[in-house]
Every structure is written in structure tokens, then in C-alpha cells.
């Protein structure tokens, strides 16, 4: 199994910024992409950011250009810097990734979630 232990959420406010940090761990052969997704109140599941293991990143429009996703392949880290934060960041924010075990299953793994409060 694969888990995964999210980081750096809070409270802050408008216009500052927040990194996120997520580490993979467990029976681990590779990872395949990994990322951020985020859920408000009342509101689905989306996706923030993603990057692939070629470091291939894409972003959902509302944060093009204030979050940039990156990954550290040798600690099995993604991080996700968000600047210029605005009220309508705040979600639960969620780490997700695809990979591969030794035992030669590839399955899709969640983060418990961490909280980002964006107020003044």
C-alpha cells in the first residue's frame, strides 16, 4: 500500500501565501503523476494542479499563475506553493497520486486532507 501524509495548510490572509507539502510512502515501485485537488464547502472535488513524473504540470484556470506545483522523484515529494491567495482558495485540500507497488499493482491513492482558510 501507498500512503500519503499532506502538510503546511492554515489560515491566512488575502493576498498572502501557503506551501503545501505531500510525501508518498509504503510499498513503492513507481509513482506516476501526482497532485493537488481541493473541495469547499458544499462544492465537488477539483482538480488544482497535477504534474507527471516528466514534470509535465497543469493548472485549473482559477490559479494559473498564483499556484506552482513541483516534485522532488527521489523523496516522493510534491509540493504546491500558493501565492496571492484569494477568499475562494479556501477548500480542504487534498494530495493525490497514481502508483505502482511491488506487489504490481498501480492504484490511485488519497491524501486525509488539509485545511486552507483564506480570510481577513
Known amino acids: 500500500q501507498v500512503q500519503l501524509a499532506e502538510s503546511g495548510g492554515g489560515l491566512v490572509q488575502p493576498g498572502e501565501s501557503l506551501r503545501l507539502s505531500c510525501t508518498a510512502s509504503?510499498?513503492?515501485?513507481?509513482?506516476?503523476?501526482m497532485g493537488w485537488y481541493r473541495q469547499a464547502p458544499g462544492k465537488q472535488r477539483e482538480l488544482v494542479a497535477r504534474?507527471?513524473?516528466?514534470?509535465?504540470?497543469n493548472y485549473a484556470d482559477s490559479v494559473k499563475g498564483r499556484f506552482t506545483i513541483s516534485r522532488d522523484n527521489a523523496k516522493n515529494t510534491v509540493s504546491l506553493q500558493m501565492d496571492s491567495l484569494k477568499p475562494e482558495d479556501t477548500a480542504v485540500y487534498y494530495c493525490?497520486?497514481?502508483?505502482?507497488?511491488?506487489?504490481?499493482?498501480?492504484?490511485?491513492?488519497w491524501g486525509q486532507g488539509t485545511q486552507v482558510t483564506v480570510s481577513s
Open positions: 504534474i507527471t513524473s516528466g514534470n509535465s504540470t
Open positions: 509504503g510499498s513503492i515501485f513507481s509513482i506516476y503523476h
Open positions: 493525490n497520486t497514481a502508483a505502482r507497488t511491488y506487489y504490481g499493482t498501480t492504484s490511485n491513492y
